[in-house]
Structures are given as C-alpha cells and as structure tokens.
C-alpha cells in the first residue's frame, strides 16, 4: 500500500532563517506531488505540484519554492521565512492519473 | 470564478442521530467530488468520492449525493459517533486535467454531543 511521509511534524523558526520541509510517498511510481498550506481559517491552499522529477508548478507568488529531486520526494523551502510563513503545510500525493489526493499528516511551522 | 463552498461552518449533532453536511459548488464543468474529514492536528484523510455520471454513492456508514442541477454535493454520516467530530471538506475537481488539483471548500465542522 501506498504511504506519505513528511518532516518535520513541527518547526519554530526565527524570521529570516531558511526552512526545508520534506516528503516522501512510498508503494508508487510516478505520483503527482503537492504542497498545500492551512492556515487558521481551515482552509487549504495549494501552493506547489509537481508531475515529475524536476517539473515544479507554483499557483501562487509567495516566499517559498519546491523542487523534487526524486521520483517520490517533494521538498518545499525558504531561503528567509516571513511571519506569514506560520501555517500547516501538508504534503499530498495523487496517482499519474491524478484525481483522489491523499494527504500526509502535516506539519506545523511557526515563524517567530 | 470556481469557489466550492459549505452552507453552515459549523454543525452540533446528538450522538447516534445522522449528519448532513452540504456543499455548493459553482463549477459547471467539475466532474469529480470528494469528501475529506480533518481532525484536529492531522493531514485530511479521504472518505468517499463521486464522479458527475453518478447521483448517489455509500460507503461504510456514509453516503454521498451529488445534484448536478442545482450543483450541490452532500455528506450523510449515519449514526454519527464521538469519532466522527472533525473538519469535513469537500473537495472539486475536472477530469480534463490530470494534475489532480482540487478546489476546497472551506470545511464544516462537526461536533458530535455524547
């Protein structure tokens, strides 16, 4: 069966220091990758997907990049946090076909 | 613009009664529906999905129903119970992507009184 794994589950950074979430999904080939963001109000903002090694699409501007160096890792960075950067941020991973997404279990950044 | 939406933020039921959670959506073209339940801390987990060329869909206590007409989506928890009180999103996409990416509702959340 199909798992996703993301890390870490929670972060305190200070304003300006870079920040490097990662995810892996494992029992796939080829998955679509995401990276949403939830911030208080509940609701979930997609900010990154990918549908193959190095092919990253952005939806919205913001402070923050991905890259997918691997066939089934997704890394989300910062090079200089902003307080608006606090929220819990979830990776997703859906088949090539797309459709279903199956999220990982989240985590937490607070930018202080 | 495409926005999928919840009736009520928030819904209080008694334990052991049935849930209706509601969602609009105003995306004609939208093809594929899923729920999704969030607990508090947690990634959301899926629950049941439908696609436009059905009206009704069960699963395990749940059961989905789909109004193309009026483009409302609808989740029926029957029984609910204590494990039941979480975030509940609906989720849109089209089938003519293959990205997958989906639109969100906000969420409802459900409160189950034992």
């Known amino acids: 069966s199909q798992t996703i794994h993301q890390w870490p589950a929670t972060l305190v950074q200070p304003v300006g220091s870079p920040l490097s979430l990662e995810c892996t999904v494992e029992g796939t080939s080829n998955p679509n990758l995401y990276w949403y963001r939830q911030a208080a109000g509940r609701g979930l903002q997609l900010l990154f997907y990918?549908?193959?090694?190095?092919?990253i699409s952005s939806e919205v501007p913001q402070n923050l990049s991905a890259s997918r160096p691997q066939d089934r890792q997704f890394i989300l960075s910062s090079k200089k946090l902003l307080l608006s950067d606090s929220g819990f941020y979830l990776c997703a991973w859906s088949g090539y076909s797309g459709n279903t997404i199956y999220f990982g279990e989240g985590s937490w950044l607070t930018v202080v | 613009g495409e926005s999928v939406g919840l009736h009520l933020p928030t819904l209080s039921v008694q334990e052991g009664d049935n849930s209706i959670i509601n969602c609009a959506y105003s995306?004609?073209?939208?093809?594929?529906f899923i729920w999704y339940k969030q607990e508090s801390g947690k990634g959301p987990q899926f629950i049941i999905d439908i696609r436009s060329n059905m009206d009704k869909r069960q699963g395990q206590r749940v059961t989905v129903l789909l109004n193309k007409t009026v483009k409302h989506l609808s989740l029926q928890i029957a029984a609910t119970q204590p494990g039941d009180s979480a975030v509940y999103f609906c989720a849109e996409s089209h089938g003519s992507s293959n990205t997958g990416k989906l639109i969100f509702g906000q969420g409802t959340t459900l409160q189950v009184k034992p």
């Open positions: 995306n004609s073209a939208s093809d594929y």
């Open positions: 990918s549908v193959g090694i190095g092919q």
